[in-house]
């Protein structure tokens, strides 16, 4: 090896050292369920638009999403693809750092669907939340959003979760088991059921306009750290909505598809309008939420939505865009 | 005394190192609340009945299963030893079971017993039947030969051996079984709980995990530690008078 090669080499590897320590210091570690509403996040990395901002992506599934918030919470993980949580409430009344900044997705009149039932069990339709009394429904958790969105539809008609038996199993049991007739009903947030035996019911988006099911929410580095960081996360995430709601299918679709235990038709066919391109958070959603935790005892103090959600990194990307 | 002291010093020294680190700030109160918060938390809800009343549905659970499990199988099990053709026929589909991870059949038996009682007591008993028709038959086949030839010639015949040679050759080792049968009953019933939840101590922990009620959560699995400790010592007790003649363990 002559002296030229070696001051290359030398070089090389300092560039690549550099590198590294870049990447590391922009690396975000995301947790995210498997279902439709994180497309967009995978469509903003295949587009390069988080290169683009220098952040580098680990992407983490996780297939409950009520287990994400303590994991950003313990710092195990930057950012949550989830719904506010009671857990989230609790965390935040002691003292966490872990918030919501930005919405991701909501229920769309004609284009969401949050209860499905068995066709069987629904002989006249499933138009009416009222035609749920005395059937046996499955939400995924008493504390998860199902839960919380099965009880504001019976609200609506005048009912309670006493006039419903209410069952707990995960998404996949819940399908298998309203096709078994195991079950009458499933909240189950749009599973794109691809068999004419099972038919949507009623949608919140009707009885509860803007509401929002799920939101990103940051952990104590982004929030405490560079403000530009999370803001340039957003930035590119926002941009993936916009791809996606114009058209663009993420490469990972049949990764999607399969890690959401559907068809690739169904996720590439599904409802875009859902994704909310402005990232706005609703504040009414997010006081239903704490408002119903704290009633059903899985909060211990109640709190204003103002407390959990962060628009600072929203009003910085508004600021820059405009 | 001395016994007490041995057995208790390790936990109240490291219960006091954790309240000092705790109160000294060491330890994030979020994840890692002091054994105090613990204590408090604990009172709380054995004074609500909750603990209680979780404890005692995970307890009924697992005895019912497990009851349903062992009768079959420790009869399975001893008549495996004993006739070859049962032998024959049964110990593939029990070795078979043995290697199933129990839980990954839980949905199975909720598509075919509905999502209630039925399906959880079913994978329980079925876990404590594969685990006591093993040791069973095991029990049977280890009995010394020479047991069996010195009975005979002492007059005993067939239909004597069962209650003079095999009974208690075989109680001790059926006894283990029922022991570990009862253990895993707990952790089948305790991880059902956790992924269909209605009530018992693995839905409490659940939810616990999902308020994020770190006192909470970690009170329950204590809870959980100290009724699998109580039953193993329960089994051990009952089995030192039924079975007087077991070898002790060393020490």
């Known amino acids: ?322 | 005394m001395k016994r007490l002291i041995r057995v208790s010093w390790l936990p109240i020294v490291a219960l006091l190192l954790w309240q000092t680190a705790a109160v000294a700030g060491a330890l994030n109160p979020l994840f890692v609340p002091a054994p105090a918060a613990l204590f408090s938390s604990a009172a709380a809800m054995i004074r609500s009945g909750e603990l209680v009343g979780n404890a005692a549905a995970t307890l009924g659970r697992a005895v019912a299963g497990f009851t349903i499990g062992s009768v079959p199988g420790i009869a399975i099990g001893l008549a495996m030893g004993r006739v070859g053709a049962v032998r024959q026929s049964l110990e593939p589909v029990v070795s078979a079971l043995n290697a199933t991870p129990k839980l990954s059949l839980f949905p199975l038996l909720m598509l075919l017993f509905g999502v209630g009682e039925t399906a959880r007591l079913t994978i329980i008993g079925l876990s404590s039947f594969v685990i006591t028709a093993i040791h069973a038959f095991d029990a049977v086949r280890n009995i010394h030969p020479g047991w069996v030839d010195m009975a005979r010639n002492y007059g005993a015949r067939s239909r004597d051996l069962f209650g003079a040679v095999y009974v208690p050759a075989c109680l001790p080792q059926v006894f283990t079984g029922m022991r570990l049968g009862l253990a895993n009953a707990l952790v089948v019933g305790i991880s059902c709980e956790l992924v269909n939840p209605s009530s018992g101590l693995g839905s409490l922990i659940w939810l616990a995990w999902q308020t994020f009620a770190t006192e909470r959560l970690y009170v329950t699995i204590l809870a959980t530690a100290l009724l699998g400790s109580g039953l193993h010592t329960g089994l051990r007790m009952l089995e030192r008078r039924l079975v007087p003649w077991k070898t002790p363990h060393a020490g």
Not at chain 1, 55 to 62: A, F, G, L, S
Not at chain 1, 205 to 214: K, M, R
Request: glycine share 8%; hydrophobic share 45%.
């Open chain 1, 1 to 322: 090896m002559n002296r030229r090669t070696a001051l290359a080499l030398l070089a090389g590897a300092s560039l690549a050292g550099c590198r590294r320590a870049s990447t590391a210091h922009r690396s975000i570690r995301v947790v995210v369920a498997p279902n439709i509403s994180a497309t967009p996040l995978y469509v903003a990395d295949e587009l390069g638009f988080f290169a683009d901002e220098d952040i580098d992506i680990r992407t983490q599934v996780i297939a409950e999403s009520l287990q994400m918030v303590p994991l950003v919470a313990a710092g195990r993980a930057d950012v949550a693809f989830s719904s506010v949580t009671p857990a989230e409430i609790n965390i935040v009344a002691r003292g966490g750092r872990v918030r919501v900044v930005a919405a991701r997705d909501a229920a769309v009149l004609g284009c969401t669907h949050e209860v499905h039932g068995r066709r069987a069990s629904f002989p006249n339709g499933f138009v009416h939340v009222a035609e749920l009394k005395g059937k046996r429904v499955a939400v995924t958790a008493a504390t998860s959003l199902t839960a919380f969105i099965l009880d504001l539809l019976l609200e609506s008609a005048g009912l309670n979760t006493a006039d419903v038996e209410r069952l707990m199993m995960r998404h996949s049991e819940s399908t298998a088991a309203l096709l078994a007739g195991q079950l009458d009903a499933a909240v189950d947030m749009d599973r794109n059921f691809s068999t004419p035996d099972i038919i949507p019911g009623p949608s919140i988006a009707a009885l509860v306009p803007g509401f929002q099911y799920s939101h990103i929410q940051f952990g104590e580095r982004l929030l405490d750290g560079d403000l530009g960081l999370g803001t340039a996360f957003l930035r590119a995430y926002l941009r993936g909505v916009r791809e996606y709601r114009g058209g663009a299918t993420p490469r990972a679709l049949s990764r999607i598809a399969a890690e959401s235990a559907m068809s690739p038709v169904a996720v590439l066919h599904a409802c875009r309008e859902r994704l909310p391109e402005d990232g706005r958070v609703d504040r009414t959603t997010v006081q239903r939420m704490i408002d119903w935790s704290v009633r059903n005892g899985f909060a211990n103090q109640s709190m204003d939505a103002a407390q959990i959600i962060d628009t600072r990194f929203l009003e910085r990307l508004a600021t820059r865009t405009s």
